[in-house]
């Protein structure tokens, strides 16, 4: 309809709108990729269901493990947050909702982690943290 709007009126820009124009530079990765993934699915480019979606990420993985270079690995890591946002959107899952729940839930479990064990919490080995989480999963 803009484009349309924007013919009418004669500008000059209506001749090539992409259809990911609009969406803010200045929003939150999750957010944003989301936004441009639903730019692009109303032009039909999406997977058909979940499937397509799932098999990008092992796809994105497998790139990401033969990166040899921090600079590929920091691309492969984008490709694959992206490819992720792309599966919780056809799982009809707000990945930035998503994503705060999990940090919420790792902050309480990690608090009651660290309220368990105390002053001793810093001298425990990986093994003993994670006897702390496990029970922590649990309460």
């Known amino acids: 309809i803009k484009a349309a709007e924007r013919s009418a009126k004669g500008h000059?820009?209506?001749?090539?709108?992409?259809?990911?124009?609009?969406?803010a530079l200045g929003l939150p990765a999750l957010l944003r990729a989301e936004k441009l993934q639903k730019r692009a699915a109303r032009t039909g480019f999406d997977w058909p269901d979940a499937t397509g979606a799932r098999a990008k990420i092992d796809e994105e993985?497998?790139?990401?493990?033969?990166?040899?270079?921090?600079?590929?690995?920091?691309?492969?890591?984008?490709?694959?947050?992206f490819a992720m946002v792309n599966w919780a959107r056809k799982q009809g899952v707000d990945p930035e909702a998503a994503?705060?729940?999990?940090?919420?839930?790792f902050?309480?479990?990690?608090?009651?982690?660290?309220?368990?064990?105390?002053?001793?919490?810093?001298?425990?080995?990986?093994?003993?943290?994670?006897?702390?989480?496990?029970?922590?999963?649990?309460?």
């Open 61 to 81: 993985l497998a790139e990401v493990e033969a990166a040899a270079t921090h600079e590929e690995r920091e691309e492969e890591i984008g490709d694959l947050l």
């Open 107 to 139: 902050e309480r479990r990690f608090r009651a982690m660290e309220t368990e064990a105390g002053e001793a919490f810093a001298g425990l080995d990986l093994d003993g943290k994670e006897a702390l989480w496990v029970k922590a999963k649990r309460g």
């Open 12 to 23: 000059e820009s209506a001749r090539a709108v992409s259809a990911l124009e609009g969406v």
């Open 99 to 105: 994503l705060r729940s999990a940090n919420a839930k």
